[in-house]
């Protein structure tokens, strides 16, 4: 029987803050305390999908990691920014991953006449409030289709609990080149959430991972 070459899509801050707050260990500290290593989640998510198939059905062997993740501006946050690009180097350390990061959406001050307000010895824009991610999701949607058509890809699987990305795992599923599958985080005795495809007679494998399995993915270096 031949193994599934898989590839693992993950949605960076989707899946490292949905599981900083579903577990116990967690959910009271930093964030930052709880950042997951895009190849320790992927060894994970594989080692448990692997365990928990039949015999007669084939395993996963990890072919590549594809991350996607907002990136701080380094204007207006250059440690954060510094952190991040550390971060993406350690990460890409495995030549199977690979980290792209998107700039991150700032709000910005403005004046009673419309115009940006600027810091006055640095001439840069100041931001109001914190920023948000845009187009991570459109990124993730599209590199899953992209590895689905790879010739060298027998498995793709999207590593997010956001709903926008349905439609992607239904694409993935009208081409018919490779298998979709997806993830999600599991306490006992609580509600698990999981993607699914819009057409629920369509059944994909979700692999649930726990509390250990999240603290197994934690990146523990310290980044200055």
């Not at 996607?68 to 991953?97: C, I, L, M, T």
């Not at 001050?109 to 001439?123: A, E, I, L, N």
């Not at 999701?137 to 609990?161: M, Y």
């Amino acid at each position: 029987m031949q193994d599934l070459r898989a590839v693992v899509v993950i949605d960076y801050q989707n899946v490292h803050l949905t599981g900083h707050q579903r577990f116990q260990a967690t959910k009271y500290g930093p964030k930052h305390d709880a950042l997951v290593d895009p190849l320790f989640f992927a060894q994970q998510l594989l080692q448990v999908r692997n365990a928990r198939q039949r015999l007669d059905h084939p395993c996963a062997v990890l072919k590549s990691v594809d991350a996607f993740r907002g990136e701080p501006s380094p204007d207006h946050e250059p440690r954060a920014y510094a952190r991040n690009q550390a971060q993406k180097a350690h990460w890409e350390r495995d030549k199977r991953v690979r980290v792209t990061l998107r700039p991150l959406k700032y709000r910005y001050q403005y004046d009673s006449g419309g115009r940006p307000v600027r810091d006055p010895v640095t001439g840069i824009k100041i931001p109001v409030g914190p920023p948000s991610e845009k187009g991570v999701d459109v990124l993730c949607a599209l590199a899953l289709v992209r590895h689905a058509l790879r010739d060298d890809a027998d498995l793709v699987i999207l590593a997010s609990l956001d709903s926008d990305l349905v439609p992607a795992v239904d694409e993935v599923l009208s081409l018919g080149t490779a298998k979709v599958e997806t993830f999600s985080w599991y306490v006992a005795g609580e509600n698990t959430y999981e993607l699914r495809p819009s057409d629920r007679s369509q059944r994909i494998w979700n692999t649930r991972l726990t509390e250990a399995n999240f603290l197994n993915c934690i990146d523990r270096n310290k980044y200055s």
